[in-house]
């Protein structure tokens, strides 16, 4: 798991204050540059979910790819940024 946040930045042009929470898939492994899993970022305001993300990883974790998460029905995002 991997946790960072930002709360120093001018929410005026980006993002919220946010947390961003990372889970990694098993196999992990810190050398590499992409690791398999999801990531989830959250409002620090108001804690409701901004962003739902697929971490892919290639095989040699040199690459990946961020695909959105499919969420279930009554799951929705936060669209006010």
Request: include cysteine.
């Amino acid at each position: 798991m991997l946790v960072t946040g930002s709360w120093y930045h001018d929410e005026k042009t980006s993002l919220p204050y946010y947390l961003d929470v990372r889970f990694f898939d098993p196999g992990y492994d810190p050398k590499r540059s992409y690791n398999a899993g999801h990531e989830f970022l959250f409002n620090l305001h108001n804690a409701k979910l901004i962003d739902a993300t697929v971490l892919e990883a290639t095989k040699s974790g040199d690459g990946g790819q961020r695909t959105a998460l499919k969420l279930p029905p009554g799951c929705s995002l936060n669209q006010e940024r």
